[in-house]
T-cell receptor, first 112, second 112 residues
């Protein structure tokens, strides 16, 4: 079975550019999570969708960050404009019915 | 908000010994406590879940305990192997939230 698929795996871009991260959850999962992981802060929840609807976005750092889930099989996390402090590994995870989460392998983002 | 403490120092042990990792938390008692394994460059992978009314859970060489009085979970790997070397994250979930809060993880290094 295909797991959670994230793209790109690595992204290097200059400050001020728009960055779009993509996620395809496991088929049949109705919950999707976006996380950010850094050495300093560990794994932080950014936003949680249930049945394609954002339920909790309290972890989104600021208005530069936005996330969408137009259908059950696709989600995006967008940063515009990007800043060096956004450099981190961004993970997407999905789950079903409150079961433990399945994570993708992340996007390593570097903002120069 | 919930605070989760995992030892930030790496745990170094010899192959064949039992590794014991600690997860301490403050504030509310979680309904569920989960342990994940994370390898470099990969997303976390779910290992075990224990509920607040369970004292202990086992899966092959893994054992998790949950002491709600001490507000602590212990994660044991018996007969450890170099392949067990990874970072282990604990995650706490409040009942009904479906949103776990992750600790920062402890690195385990098993020496042959």
């Amino acid at each position: 079975d295909a797991g959670v698929i994230q793209s790109p795996r690595h992204e290097v871009t200059e400050m001020g550019q728009e960055v779009t991260l993509r996620c395809k959850p496991i088929s049949g999962h109705n919950s999707l999570f976006w996380y950010r992981q850094t050495m300093m802060r560990g794994l932080e929840l950014l936003i949680y969708f249930n049945n394609n609807v954002p339920i909790d976005d309290s972890g989104m750092p600021e208005d530069r960050f936005s996330a969408k889930m137009p259908n059950a099989s696709f989600s995006t996390l967008k940063i515009q404009p990007s800043e060096p402090r956004d450099s981190a590994v961004y993970f997407c995870a999905s789950s079903s019915g409150g079961q433990p989460q399945h994570f993708g392998d992340g996007t390593r983002l570097s903002i120069l | 908000s919930q605070k989760i403490e995992q030892n930030s120092e790496a745990l170094n042990i010899q192959e064949g010994k039992t590794a014991t990792l600690t997860c301490n938390y403050t504030n509310y008692s979680p309904a569920y406590l989960q342990w994940y394994r994370q390898d470099p460059g990969r997303g976390p992978v779910f290992l075990l879940l224990i509920r607040e009314n369970e004292k202990e859970k086992r899966k092959e060489r893994l054992k998790v305990t949950f002491d709600t009085t001490l507000k602590q979970s212990l994660f044991h790997i018996t007969a450890s192997q170099p392949a067990d070397s990874a970072t282990y994250l604990c995650a706490l979930e409040k009942g009904g939230s479906y949103i776990p809060t992750f600790g920062r993880g402890t690195s385990l290094i098993v020496h042959p």
